[in-house]
């Protein structure tokens, strides 16, 4: 049998589990292997620490695909998340062109939450994560990214079905024919993801409670988690459900163990039920 192989972009973060070191693990316990191009290696994520250290890996990325492209490698998906600059979002897109061809192209375009842009990201990053999202198979904002690239207001929650099936139609006339949002709420307690096909034009809605408090890396968590599914070829109505229920369950386990959330959440002991959940383990 063929082994998918994924390509993940991200920075590394030493500590705090996001981006890579949430990627890795995710993408191999689920049977698939995870190539990872560091864009960046940091002591810390941003989210919550002051005094981290940044060493900008924007220098390497064209020699590391150029090496690459002599052993003729190939990659099924190749899946992005936080990118530090206009020009790591062109050589990623130059990466796309070049070794896309037959990938299926996540991209995760991690910038901004509750309603406000990562201060580290000039205020027009969300055009170049727009330009992006353009060439990709599936995009996976969370309502304030999705916003921030149509260039309109962001409203707070509740939201009704009627706004959120906009957003995801105009999401996808970027270019996407898949859209996974997240943050999607109808009523206070509840929150989850949508997931539009476009081909399809249908829309499907995964709920779990919410649980106070924010929780860093989880967005990662739970695109690593759609990434997984799709590639190992589960419908991505699917796909979402079993994320949301991923990441709901790692939130709970960490809010309940009462740890310092800037840290991530455990979701390293739910991966035996992730994988029950998509078919998997069983050999
Ligand atoms: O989880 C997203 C993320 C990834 N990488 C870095 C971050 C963040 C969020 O803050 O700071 C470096």
């Not at 949430?22 to 560091?38: D, Q």
């Not at 999607?184 to 509840?190: D, P, S, W």
């Not at 476009?198 to 968590?221: C, L, M, N, Q, W």
């Amino acid at each position: 049998m063929h082994q998918k192989r994924v390509l993940a972009i991200h920075d590394i973060s030493c500590v705090g589990k996001c981006s890579l070191t949430v990627a890795l693990p995710i993408i191999s316990a689920a049977g698939v292997e995870c190539s990872g191009m560091p864009t960046a290696v940091l002591s810390t994520h941003t989210g919550g620490f002051t005094g981290f250290t940044y060493r900008d890996l924007t220098e390497d990325l064209v020699p590391i695909e150029e090496h690459w492209k002599t052993l003729g490698i190939a990659f099924d998906g190749i899946y992005t998340g936080f990118l530090g600059s206009f020009e790591q979002i062109d050589i990623v897109s130059k990466i796309f062109d070049e070794m896309g061809k037959g990938s299926v192209i996540f991209v995760d375009p991690v910038m901004a939450d509750n309603g406000e842009l990562y201060r580290i990201f000039p205020a027009n990053f969300p055009q170049g994560m727009r330009r992006l999202c353009a060439k990709a198979d599936l995009i996976l904002p969370n309502i304030t990214e999705a916003v921030l690239m149509l260039g309109e207001d962001y409203r707070d929650g509740p939201y009704t079905r009627e706004y959120i099936e906009g957003l995801l139609r105009r999401l996808s006339a970027i270019g996407p024919a898949k859209v996974v949002l997240t943050g999607v709420f109808f009523e206070e307690g509840r929150i989850g993801a949508a997931a539009y096909d476009a081909e399809k034009d249908e829309t499907s809605y995964s709920f779990s409670e919410r649980v106070p408090g924010y929780y860093h890396g989880t967005g990662d968590i739970f695109s690593s988690v759609v990434v997984s599914c799709v590639m190992n070829g589960l419908p991505l109505s699917e796909a979402a459900a079993i994320a949301v229920d991923f990441t709901y369950r790692s939130i709970v386990r960490t809010y309940e163990a009462g740890t310092d959330v800037r840290f991530g959440v455990n979701f390293e002991a739910g991966i035996p039920k992730l994988l029950r959940d998509m078919g998997l383990g069983r050999e």
